[in-house]
C-alpha cells in the first residue's frame, strides 16, 4: 500500500492550497484519515483528522481556516487551507489506518510530505 500526496507549495499570507492524498494497493478498508504537520525545530503535530462517517475532528489554530474531507471511493483525503499563515509553513504529511484484508489487523500508513511555505 502506498499514499502519495500531492499539492504543497509556495503560496502568500491570506492565499489557499488544497492537499491530497490517495492510498493505493491492497486495501480492505480504511478507518480514519488525517493530516499532520511538521515545522522546522517542532514535533509533527495533528491537524485534522476524519472518520470513515465523516466525523472531523480539528486542532484549534486551523479551525475555521482549514477543511477536511474524504473520497472513501478514491480512498483519498483532502485538506483545504484557506486564510493560510506564515505559522502554517510546515511539511504536511497525510495519515491513513487501513486493513489489507478482512479481519486482517488495521495499520498506520503515512503518506511522504509535501512542503507547504506561506509567505508574509
Known amino acids: 500500500v502506498q499514499l502519495q500526496a500531492s499539492g504543497g507549495g509556495l503560496v502568500q499570507a491570506g492565499g489557499s492550497l488544497r492537499l491530497s492524498c490517495a492510498a493505493s494497493?491492497?486495501?480492505?478498508?480504511?478507518?480514519?484519515m488525517g493530516w499532520y504537520r511538521q515545522a522546522p525545530g517542532k514535533q509533527r503535530e495533528l491537524v485534522a483528522s476524519?472518520?470513515?462517517?465523516?466525523?472531523?475532528n480539528y486542532v484549534d489554530f486551523v479551525k475555521g481556516r482549514f477543511t477536511i474531507s474524504r473520497d472513501n471511493a478514491k480512498n483519498t483525503v483532502y485538506l483545504q487551507m484557506d486564510s493560510l499563515r506564515p505559522e502554517d509553513t510546515a511539511v504536511y504529511y497525510c495519515?491513513?489506518?487501513?486493513?489489507?484484508?478482512?479481519?486482517?489487523?488495521?495499520?498506520?500508513?503515512w503518506g511522504h510530505g509535501t512542503l507547504v511555505t506561506v509567505s508574509s
Open positions: 495519515n491513513q489506518k487501513l486493513r489489507e484484508r478482512f479481519g486482517g489487523p488495521e495499520s498506520d500508513r
Open positions: 476524519i472518520t470513515r462517517g465523516g466525523s472531523t
Open positions: 494497493g491492497r486495501i480492505f478498508s480504511i478507518n480514519s
